[in-house]
């Protein structure tokens, strides 16, 4: 268990004046049964992030996920290879 904290640090948290450390937040937020990235960055923030990774998977379904989890395999010298070909076709293609 982690040490105990003061008044004026549950003031500063509150008055948005200072951040608590993790541990302290991991706590908070089990307390609380959110997660923790909500109280660092607000829920608004987490709800784009959820929004964004939606977004990402509906649009990337079947032989195009199948080429970027290729993709992400590869070694960094083939990677740049890869990516310098994919931009080459949709510059050819604009």
């Known amino acids: 268990m982690g040490r105990s904290i003061s008044f004026q ?3 500063q948290w509150l008055l948005g ?3 608590p450390q993790q541990d302290k937040l991991q706590i908070l937020a089990e ?5 923790p990235q909500a109280l660092r960055f607000g829920e608004v923030s987490i709800q784009s992030v959820r929004d964004r990774k939606k977004r990402w998977e509906d649009a990337v379904a079947g032989p195009e996920r199948e ?3 290729a993709f992400l395999s590869l070694p960094a010298a083939q990677k740049k290879v890869a990516r310098e070909v994919i931009l080459a076709l949709a510059k050819a293609g604009s």
Not at 31 to 35: Q, R, V
Request: aromatic share 8%; proline share 0%; charged share 30%.
């Open 31 to 35: 307390w609380l049964k959110i997660e």
């Open 9 to 11: 640090a549950a003031r």
């Open 67 to 69: 080429v970027m989890e």
């Open 17 to 19: 004046n200072a951040v």
